[in-house]
């Protein structure tokens, strides 16, 4: 087998040492410097270049280095009918979750009035683990997601309506969500002016999930009264200088949660033996859906 790794601007030492410790005979490449693209039978991407998965004739696997696939899908030319699986973590969860306590926590001590109730955009890995951190921590916990969920353990909402009615008592709303055609530009000035009065905006998921020109406004008006953003829209570049001089925002560099290299690695190897099994993938996602 011949994995590739195409993750330019990652340090990827570790996860090349733990995938060289769990599978020694692994052949490993790492872009550019790719000796046989005729042999590559995997990848393990983080924002490739356009175009460059139609180099390998014999790929098989796609795999994220993260939880998010977004930038593996974003390419135009994709190559069709391959598996695209994401990383299923609980230490990216945990690290996730203690990030959004820690910036509500922040939010309170700034303000006279207490924030009970946490609404979150997602109901998946993430953001059922934070949910339940919130629940131990005594917060009121809505979740939104895409299909209908009789027996979830937190209030849910799905569907225009309900996310309507989370948002009118939401003291924190959270995004959670996966970047995709659906929920891009989801926070907008349209959902800013059904929430609740100064509410409190966290965007853990992905810069283009929020119309950035809008929060602005919103913040103007008093509808939020402030924001934490881990992602913002021009990654992997510089944000927006009004973002960053803010008072009302605070800005972190996409380190809520970072991916467990020797949890990836387990997870491409388990992957790599099933495709040969073919027996089903962990983290395949609907690449039709987005996430
Ligand atoms: P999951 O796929 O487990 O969960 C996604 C959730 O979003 C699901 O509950 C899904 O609903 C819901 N959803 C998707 N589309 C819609 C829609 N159109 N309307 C309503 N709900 C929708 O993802 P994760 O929890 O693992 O990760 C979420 C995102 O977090 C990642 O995609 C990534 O972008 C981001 N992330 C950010 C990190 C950071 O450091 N800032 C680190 C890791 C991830 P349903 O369950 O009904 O299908
Ligand atoms: C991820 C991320 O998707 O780091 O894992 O954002």
């Not at 696997?61 to 391959?82: F, K």
Request: charged residues 20%; proline residues 7%; glycine residues 6%.
């Amino acid at each position: 087998m011949k994995l590739l790794i195409n993750a330019p601007g990652r340090d990827i030492s570790s996860l090349v040492n733990h995938l060289t410790r769990l599978q020694p005979d692994l052949s490993i490449e790492i872009w550019p410097d790719v000796e046989r693209p005729d042999k590559v039978d995997a990848v393990i991407c983080w924002r490739q270049q356009p175009g460059d998965l139609l180099r390998y004739p014999r790929l098989k696997l796609i795999a994220s280095l993260g939880a998010g696939v977004d930038h593996i899908l974003d390419d135009p030319l994709l190559p069709a009918n391959i598996p695209v699986t994401r990383l299923l973590d609980p230490s990216l969860a945990e690290q996730m979750s203690q990030y959004l306590l820690n910036a509500i926590e922040m939010e309170q001590s700034r303000r006279d009035k207490s924030l009970n109730q946490i609404a979150i955009l997602g109901a998946g890995q993430l953001a059922s683990h934070a949910a339940q951190r919130f629940t131990d921590a005594g917060y009121q916990v809505s979740c939104w997601g895409r299909h209908e969920r009789y027996h979830y353990p937190f209030e849910y909402y799905s569907g225009r309506d309900g996310l309507t009615m989370m948002l009118a008592k939401a003291d924190v709303l959270i995004c959670l969500l996966p970047l995709t055609p659906e929920t891009e530009n989801l926070l907008n000035l349209n959902l800013f002016s059904q929430i609740k009065p100064g509410c409190f905006l966290i965007n853990a998921a992905r810069g283009r999930h929020l119309v950035e020109e809008d929060l602005l406004v919103a913040l103007d008006k008093g509808w939020l009264s402030g924001a934490c953003l881990d992602v913002h829209s021009r990654e992997p570049g510089p944000p927006d200088l009004r973002l960053l001089i803010h008072p009302a925002i605070t800005m972190t560099r996409h380190t809520a949660a970072i991916s467990d290299m020797e949890r990836l690695a387990q997870q491409v190897i388990f992957n790599l033996e099933n495709l040969q099994s073919e027996m089903p993938l962990i983290g395949e996602v609907e690449r039709e859906i987005g996430y």
